[in-house]
């Protein structure tokens, strides 16, 4: 199922959304991504005339919910000025297309102006229907994603928009050729989004495979640009790196395999040019690579859990360990020998010198290529098992220096990235493998000379590797920076920090503060002081990592907030009565804080993270103390006490001013609160007036029920979230949706210059009062001054 964030996220990539929109979802489900679309529409419904909804789902539990989806989008439509119907085909997307229907796609059912999906990830065996339909229409795929995506294409009329979410898989491998092929020849890529973790985009479901989410349109030329965007968080919206790309660095001209590189940043782009300039291939090395040959379930008589003379020595993935095979593996949970003989031996490769690389990584493992030299084994032959690739001299063994060098440059971090950038699911194909660039032969045995039989952590594989290897300073700082982020990680995971701000974001924040660049070392930390847009500055030039200006406020409200109420860091240490809306705000580390991060990597390491949250509880507990605060008096009398800072001034403001002139004997329901998450919140009387809000949805500043109108007044200060604009206007509308009280929303700014700040994003229908003129009442649109706009009879 889509959850909610991406499908607006999907529905946002549509560039064309005028005149009449027939829009295409091949894999409803309940709706979501429908619902989405529809959503955006209505936020400009003035430039639509008519759109018609076709809708596919086979699984019979959704279908209820999706009709009901369908006539409310069909309804708001309407509402709105806009012709609408829909078609909801209560069955398969592909198995609709029999043999009687498939001349039809040459001709009149190109019809559709916009696509969007979310299609079902399964295998599709060779004797299904699903498989001969797609082969009459000529092409063949493996999978049932691919599928829906080609039958969605075969159907968009001219210049007509696809968006879809789908396993990143297709972006290379001989699987997908096919498709990959005629599925660039006939759309133009204009967009990609990566989301750089596998469970990011369906957290809620064992989704192994890394998904993307494209926009193209079908006109069959080829884009000069692609944008390519990613995200770290669990929330598509907060935080997204975004890059225009030259297309034919995404797909290049002259591949036979049309393989989809998908590279996020600067850095990426230093590392895959470095590995381009890699001079050899696999022939040229003398070596092929093969997938395992033996396949256990076929061959399951003649598996042992015993080694004797009858048999030979049998590999899974479980005997690779610490880039070595170990024979017998520790407590094996396989078959550890497979007897030879006439029908086995054919599938049974001689016994010397091979290199050995996992076919599968697990969800989320850190590393996506695991290579294992291969010794000789006391065997005249040995099995290895399928879910192994293994290198060799053309059927037989290598030389020893050459597999261990082999084995070294595989299992770098250089590789290891880079491989990532075009392989983004969990199997290793083999194909990819014989597609990339390798150092010559003489320099893989010069490494393999100086790895030996020694043990060596990553960080030393790494520097011989480089050494070794000569590889250009770019492309060390690439793999410098993932390392850095991920040891910004490893720290805030040790301090405990909230799991909200263990993300990349907050891994760069720390990195900032301290100035840790990829080439510096964590003893090396400083205290610099920085505002978010410098910070922010800092992380294009150093980490490659460019974000777009409106994350600023996620930055500040999602990570320097929580630092600061961790006592990581120190808001203005060089002015701390400075405004909070001064272009001046700035952070620093806190002394404690820059003392631990010197520490890093160190033997010091746990006792100065020990001494850090002995120092940091001392510091919470003094500031819990000395908090200065803002006290505030009720509407009904009540003194109530607002931490000082933020936006609780204007908050003050609000409950003094605002509340006696314009809901006089209204109940404050709701507080924010700066300091506190929140410090009014009647959850009680919400229910008893009929209201069940979402514990998870983001309330606003103040709420208040005006029982004389019967109306609930939602006000937003604007120094918090911004102001009541569209977007966030009908996250309210969702939020309060139970309510059957009229909703009113109102923005208060502190003075009118800052109001003309926002004036473009404030939503109609809203009002907007301001702190420094307090008797009026500025109001967008519509015939009353005050009040809710969905229920007119409830007006006197």
């Given at each position: 199922?889509?959850?909610?964030?991406?499908?607006?996220?999907?529905?946002?990539?549509?560039?064309?959304?005028?005149?009449?929109?027939?829009?295409?979802?091949?894999?409803?489900?309940?709706?979501?991504?429908?619902?989405?679309?529809?959503?955006?529409?209505?936020?400009?419904?003035?430039?639509?005339?008519?759109?018609?909804?076709?809708?596919?789902?086979?699984?019979?539990?959704?279908?209820?919910?999706?009709?009901?989806?369908?006539?409310?989008?069909?309804?708001?439509?309407?509402?709105?000025?806009?012709?609408?119907?829909?078609?909801?085909?209560?069955?398969?997307?592909?198995?609709?297309?029999?043999?009687?229907?498939?001349?039809?796609?040459?001709?009149?059912?190109?019809?559709?102006?916009?696509?969007?999906?979310?299609?079902?990830?399964?295998?599709?065996?060779?004797?299904?229907?699903?498989?001969?339909?797609?082969?009459?229409?000529?092409?063949?795929?493996?999978?049932?994603?691919?599928?829906?995506?080609?039958?969605?294409?075969?159907?968009?009329?001219?210049?007509?928009?696809?968006?879809?979410?789908?396993?990143?898989?297709?972006?290379?491998?001989?699987?997908?050729?096919?498709?990959?092929?005629?599925?660039?020849?006939?759309?133009?890529?204009?967009?990609?989004?990566?989301?750089?973790?596998?469970?990011?985009?369906?957290?809620?479901?064992?989704?192994?495979?890394?998904?993307?989410?494209?926009?193209?349109?079908?006109?069959?030329?080829?884009?000069?640009?692609?944008?390519?965007?990613?995200?770290?968080?669990?929330?598509?919206?907060?935080?997204?790196?975004?890059?225009?790309?030259?297309?034919?660095?995404?797909?290049?001209?002259?591949?036979?395999?049309?393989?989809?590189?998908?590279?996020?940043?600067?850095?990426?782009?230093?590392?895959?040019?470095?590995?381009?300039?890699?001079?050899?291939?696999?022939?040229?090395?003398?070596?092929?690579?093969?997938?395992?040959?033996?396949?256990?379930?076929?061959?399951?008589?003649?598996?042992?859990?015993?080694?004797?003379?009858?048999?030979?020595?049998?590999?899974?993935?479980?005997?690779?360990?610490?880039?070595?095979?170990?024979?017998?593996?520790?407590?094996?949970?396989?078959?550890?020998?497979?007897?030879?003989?006439?029908?086995?031996?054919?599938?049974?490769?001689?016994?010397?010198?091979?290199?050995?690389?996992?076919?599968?990584?697990?969800?989320?493992?850190?590393?996506?290529?695991?290579?294992?030299?291969?010794?000789?084994?006391?065997?005249?032959?040995?099995?290895?098992?399928?879910?192994?690739?293994?290198?060799?001299?053309?059927?037989?063994?290598?030389?020893?220096?050459?597999?261990?060098?082999?084995?070294?440059?595989?299992n770098s971090t250089l590789f290891d990235s880079y491989f990532r950038q075009f392989s983004g699911h969990t199997q290793v194909n083999a194909t990819d493998l014989r597609k990339?660039?390798?150092?010559?032969?003489?320099?893989?045995?010069?490494?393999?000379?100086?790895?030996?039989?020694?043990?060596?952590?990553?960080?030393?594989?790494?520097?011989?590797?480089?050494?070794?290897?000569?590889?250009?300073?770019?492309?060390?700082?690439?793999?410098?920076?993932?390392?850095?982020?991920?040891?910004?990680?490893?720290?805030?995971?040790?301090?405990?920090?909230?799991?909200?701000?263990?993300?990349?974001?907050?891994?760069?924040?720390?990195?900032?503060?301290?100035?840790?660049?990829?080439?510096?070392?964590?003893?090396?930390?400083?205290?610099?002081?920085?505002?978010?847009?410098?910070?922010?500055?800092?992380?294009?030039?150093?980490?490659?990592?460019?974000?777009?200006?409106?994350?600023?406020?996620?930055?500040?409200?999602?990570?320097?907030?929580?630092?600061?109420?961790?006592?990581?860091?120190?808001?203005?240490?060089?002015?701390?009565?400075?405004?909070?809306?001064?272009?001046?705000?700035?952070?620093?580390?806190?002394?404690?804080?820059?003392?631990?991060?010197?520490?890093?990597?160190?033997?010091?390491?746990?006792?100065?993270?020990?001494?850090?949250?002995?120092?940091?509880?001392?510091?919470?507990?003094?500031?819990?103390?000395?908090?200065?605060?803002?006290?505030?008096?009720?509407?009904?009398?009540?003194?109530?006490?607002?931490?000082?800072?933020?936006?609780?001034?204007?908050?003050?403001?609000?409950?003094?001013?605002?509340?006696?002139?314009?809901?006089?004997?209204?109940?404050?329901?709701?507080?924010?609160?700066?300091?506190?998450?929140?410090?009014?919140?009647?959850?009680?009387?919400?229910?008893?007036?009929?209201?069940?809000?979402?514990?998870?949805?983001?309330?606003?500043?103040?709420?208040?029920?005006?029982?004389?109108?019967?109306?609930?007044?939602?006000?937003?200060?604007?120094?918090?979230?911004?102001?009541?604009?569209?977007?966030?206007?009908?996250?309210?509308?969702?939020?309060?949706?139970?309510?059957?009280?009229?909703?009113?929303?109102?923005?208060?700014?502190?003075?009118?210059?800052?109001?003309?700040?926002?004036?473009?994003?404030?939503?109609?229908?809203?009002?907007?009062?301001?702190?420094?003129?307090?008797?009026?009442?500025?109001?967008?649109?519509?015939?009353?001054?005050?009040?809710?706009?969905?229920?007119?009879?409830?007006?006197?």
């Open positions: 199922m889509t959850p909610a964030p991406v499908a607006r996220f999907m529905a946002r990539q549509f560039s064309s959304l005028s005149g009449h929109v027939n829009l295409l979802d091949p894999g409803a489900g309940v709706g979501a991504l429908t619902a989405a679309f529809v959503e955006r529409l209505l936020a400009n419904p003035n430039k639509v005339e008519s759109c018609f909804i076709t809708a596919y789902e086979v699984e019979s539990t959704f279908i209820s919910s999706l009709r009901e989806c369908l006539i409310k989008c069909c309804v708001a439509l309407e509402s709105r000025g806009i012709q609408a119907n829909y078609c909801l085909h209560e069955e398969s997307f592909i198995k609709s297309f029999t043999e009687i229907n498939l001349p039809l796609f040459t001709t009149s059912s190109i019809r559709f102006t916009h696509a969007i999906l979310n299609p079902p990830y399964k295998k599709i065996n060779n004797q299904s229907i699903e498989k001969k339909i797609i082969s009459k229409l000529g092409i063949e795929t493996v999978n049932l994603y691919s599928a829906f995506v080609w039958l969605t294409v075969l159907q968009l009329a001219k210049d007509g928009e696809i968006v879809a979410i789908t396993p990143r898989s297709f972006c290379n491998g001989a699987y997908y050729r096919t498709f990959r092929k005629a599925f660039l020849e006939k759309i133009e890529l204009k967009k990609v989004h990566v989301f750089e973790s596998r469970s990011t985009a369906f957290c809620e479901d064992s989704v192994l495979q890394e998904n993307i989410i494209f926009h193209a349109l079908k006109s069959g030329e080829k884009p000069n640009h692609v944008e390519i965007s990613s995200s770290s968080g669990t929330n598509i919206n907060d935080f997204l790196e975004s890059r225009i790309i030259p297309y034919n660095q995404v797909v290049e001209t002259n591949d036979p395999e049309s393989f989809i590189h998908i590279v996020t940043n600067p850095l990426e782009d230093a590392l895959k040019v470095q590995m381009d300039k890699f001079s050899s291939t696999l022939d040229e090395i003398g070596l092929k690579v093969s997938t395992g040959p033996v396949v256990d379930f076929r061959l399951k008589s003649a598996l042992r859990n015993y080694l004797d003379e009858q048999s030979v020595p049998l590999l899974y993935p479980e005997a690779m360990k610490a880039g070595k095979v170990l024979f017998p593996p520790n407590n094996p949970r396989k078959s550890i020998a497979i007897e030879q003989n006439q029908e086995t031996g054919k599938w049974l490769v001689q016994s010397g010198w091979y290199v050995l690389t996992k076919r599968f990584s697990a969800k989320e493992e850190k590393r996506r290529i695991v290579a294992a030299v291969c010794p000789p084994v006391n065997a005249p032959a040995l099995g290895i098992e399928n879910h192994l690739n293994y290198y060799h001299a053309r059927g037989k063994g290598m030389n020893p220096d050459l597999a261990r060098g082999l084995a070294a440059f595989l990339i660039k390798y150092p010559c032969k003489d320099d893989l045995m010069r490494l393999g000379r100086q790895i030996n039989d020694s043990h060596f952590d990553q960080k030393q594989l790494d520097t011989v590797v480089h050494k070794t290897l000569s590889i250009m300073s770019e492309a060390i700082n690439a793999v410098q920076a993932g390392k850095r982020i991920e040891e910004a990680l490893a720290i805030l995971k040790d301090i405990s920090a909230p799991r909200e701000q263990q993300n990349e974001r907050s891994a760069l924040c720390l990195l900032a503060l301290a100035d840790i660049r990829p080439e510096t070392s964590w003893n090396q930390a400083t205290t610099p002081r920085r505002g978010i847009t410098e910070m922010m500055d800092w992380f294009r030039d150093y980490y490659g990592k460019q974000y777009a200006p409106n994350t600023r406020e996620t930055v500040r409200r999602q990570t320097m907030h929580q630092f600061v109420q961790m006592g990581i860091v120190v808001e203005n240490p060089d002015r701390p009565d400075r405004p909070i809306n001064s272009p001046k705000w700035c952070y620093q580390l806190h002394q404690q804080a820059l003392s631990l991060l010197k520490a890093y990597g160190s033997e010091q390491w746990e006792e100065a993270r020990r001494n850090y949250a002995v120092s940091v509880t001392n510091l919470l507990q003094y500031r819990n103390r000395n908090i200065p605060t803002i006290p505030v008096s009720l509407p009904d009398g009540q003194a109530i006490q607002l931490s000082s800072g933020g936006q609780n001034i204007l908050i003050k403001d609000i409950l003094e001013s605002f509340c006696p002139r314009f809901t006089p004997g209204g109940l404050v329901l709701y507080v924010g609160d700066a300091g506190n998450k929140f410090i009014i919140n009647e959850t009680q009387k919400f229910r008893e007036i009929g209201i069940e809000l979402d514990p998870h949805g983001k309330m606003p500043d103040i709420v208040i029920y005006y029982e004389r109108q019967d109306w609930l007044v939602l006000i937003e200060a604007v120094i918090s979230h911004g102001p009541v604009n569209l977007k966030r206007h009908n996250e309210l509308k969702r939020l309060f949706q139970s309510s059957r009280k009229g909703l009113v929303f109102v923005t208060a700014f502190p003075s009118r210059k800052e109001m003309t700040r926002y004036l473009a994003e404030i939503s109609w229908e809203t009002e907007v009062w301001v702190a420094d003129q307090p008797d009026h009442m500025i109001h967008f649109n519509g015939e009353r001054f005050l009040g809710p706009y969905e229920d007119p009879e409830n007006y006197s």
